[in-house]
């Protein structure tokens, strides 16, 4: 498709299990942004990949986060040992080069129970 | 610290009634202030970039300006199709190599036919 692409769309799990949540930007996007959006709140910045690396993890609450990008495409977002603030939707974006246009995905909402 | 307020948190209109929706800011360099638009179950979607004080962008119904404290996303005879969550984003100047995005927690507009 021509957007980003985000599964599952609706993740319910229980506390203390493995999580992973994945986003396919569009294509030719170098730039890809991981966000977290609780209810009633606007987007929470999580991490910014440009290529494979990490250029900025400052947005992971706690080591239980991981994100990794291996082949500049799509990328993964792990959490361990989840708990149930973790419950969120997660949304992923991806943009040309470095700017604040990004095009973000519909999603992928988490519930911990 | 770089932070996003929106005023109101929720606006009801009549079709056809204008109004305008704030977004105060402080940031110790702004790169770029955005707004975004959000349907119930989607992501934002990108709406304008403003870079500097002064400078006023528009789009159908919707135009965007920008001080040196605040923007402001004016809505001219609102239809309702433009019912939606508004978001502010600010993007800072300095913090190294990060790209990340600061946005507030949104103002839901209802447009009442």
């Known amino acids: 498709g021509a957007g980003v692409s985000q599964t599952p769309s609706n993740k319910v799990t229980e506390k203390g299990k493995y999580v992973e949540l994945r986003c396919d930007p569009i294509s030719g996007h170098t730039a890809l942004y991981w966000y977290r959006q609780s209810l009633g709140q606007g987007p929470e910045f999580l991490i910014y990949?440009?290529?494979?690396?990490?250029?900025?993890d400052s947005g992971l609450p706690n080591d239980r986060f991981f994100a990794v990008r291996p082949e500049g495409s799509v990328s993964t977002l792990k959490i361990q040992r989840t708990e149930r603030g973790d419950s969120a939707v997660y949304l992923c974006?991806?943009?040309?080069?470095?700017?604040?246009?990004?095009?973000f995905g519909e999603g992928s909402r988490l519930t911990v129970l | 610290e770089d932070q996003v307020t929106q005023s109101p948190e929720a606006l009801r209109l009549q079709e056809g009634e204008s109004s305008s929706l704030n977004c105060s800011y402080t940031?110790?360099?702004?790169?770029?202030l955005f707004w975004y638009r959000q349907d119930p179950g989607k992501g934002p979607e990108f709406l304008f970039t403003?870079?500097?004080a002064g400078e006023e962008k528009e789009k159908e119904r919707l135009k965007a300006t920008l001080t040196k404290k605040e923007s402001f996303l004016h809505i001219t005879a609102p239809k309702p199709e433009d019912s939606a969550t508004y978001l502010c984003a600010i993007r800072p100047l300095f913090g190294g190599a990060t790209n990340k995005l600061i946005f507030g927690t949104g103002t839901l507009l209802a447009v009442q036919p």
């Open positions: 974006a991806s943009s040309v080069l470095e700017t604040g246009e990004l095009f």
């Open positions: 403003l870079y500097s």
């Open positions: 990949f440009q290529g494979t690396g990490a250029a900025d």
């Open positions: 940031v110790s360099g702004l790169r770029g």
